[in-house]
């Protein structure tokens, strides 16, 4: 089941928030602001249901942010190197909103679009059409995708896309988890992901080379804690790129976390090759509504399942080229479940 309700106004495009409730009271909220997950509030050991990622309770607070929370990212995820790339014998030039690189396509990405909409019974479908060179990218593409939420807790994502001519897209959900809303960090949370290879990043996070990480894989089921250094006078923890074993579509134990105190754990399967593991580090300028109170940083643990990064620049990397009338399409699945005693 579906509800509707008016939001706000944002660049003078109406804000509706939809919030879709399976048959156990579980539910998701999202606004059509740059498709956006709100909430996930799912039931935990003792029954009673949790928000599961970071959120504001109100438009005001996505307006003032610019961490991405639960944001549609697009039309291209995580950095491009020099904020520019070579394609169809022409080199593009991107904003550089990181130092000198873009990230999650800069000012001008799906982020901040206000998306048409379509409700259906599970879900809600947005839609966003993006004009050739905005942000900088060539071709007109057609975007959409759906939010599904099942009678099993299971959040589906679809994405699809449509260009007029070549060009290089990569979406991704932005959502910052944290399976125990009532604990500031997420420190001990327990984190798997099934990899055996990652990218090595330059301190810029520009993928440098891929290296083997068997035998040394520190998201083998520890606290989240453990991968945190203090190093030049602040706390680092992860922001890497994982190579995903593949296992099939209907394999749900790529990725998994897990809350011991809240009993909740969320397993994710996707169709992309890899996920982007951040722990927040920056996390710490995103203001919640009128309250005036900020997330800090490892308050929320983002999962980003995508293409590789920065591969338009990439000789060794798989090349995800959107032809001409060529239909692309992606998911994301997140399945929430109690863990067993």
């Known amino acids: 089941m579906v509800f509707k309700q008016y939001w706000g106004d944002y660049k003078s495009r109406e804000v509706y ?4 409730t399976n048959a156990s009271g579980a539910y998701v909220e999202l606004i059509n602001l740059g498709a956006t997950i709100v909430s996930i509030y799912v039931p935990n050991k003792y029954g009673r249901l949790m928000n599961t990622v970071l959120g504001f309770p109100t438009l005001d607070g996505y307006i003032k942010d610019n961490c991405y929370l639960g944001r549609t990212i697009g039309r291209f995820a995580n950095r491009i190197s020099q904020g520019r790339f070579f394609l169809d014998d022409w080199m593009w030039n991107l904003e550089t909103n990181d130092g000198k690189h873009n990230n999650h396509s800069g000012s001008d990405g799906f982020h901040d679009k206000v998306m ?8 809600v479908v947005f839609f966003y059409t993006s004009p050739h060179l905005e942000g900088g990218f060539p071709g007109t593409v057609d975007f ?7 009678h099993k807790n299971e959040l589906l994502i679809e994405y699809g896309a449509v260009s007029d001519r070549s060009t290089y897209v990569n979406f991704t959900n932005h959502s910052y988890f944290n399976l125990e809303f009532g604990s500031p960090k997420i420190l001990a949370h327990r984190l798997v992901v099934e990899s055996e290879l990652m990218i090595e990043n330059t301190s810029e996070h520009i993928p440098s080379r891929i290296i083997s990480i068997n035998g040394r894989n520190e998201l083998n089921g520890k606290k989240v804690g453990h991968s945190v250094l203090y190093k030049e006078m602040r706390h680092i923890g992860l922001n890497n790129y ?53 997330y800090g940083p490892f308050e929320g643990l983002c999962l980003e399942c995508h293409n590789y990064p920065d591969f338009p620049n990439q000789p060794n990397f798989p090349k995800a080229v959107l032809f001409p009338n060529m239909q692309m399409k992606e998911f994301i699945k997140y399945k929430f479940g109690v863990l067993e005693e």
Do not use: H
């Open 17 to 20: 928030l939809f919030r879709i």
């Open 116 to 123: 048409d909409f379509r409700e259906e019974e599970d879900g």
């Open 144 to 150: 959409q995708v759906k939010y599904s939420w099942s």
């Open 242 to 294: 994982y190579i995903l074993k593949r296992k099939g579509n209907d394999k749900p134990s790529l990725i998994r976390l897990e809350a011991p105190r809240s009993g909740i754990e969320l397993n994710i399967c996707t169709s992309y090759p890899g996920v982007q593991v951040y722990t927040g580090d920056y996390l710490k300028t995103a203001v919640r509504g009128n309250e005036g109170m900020k």
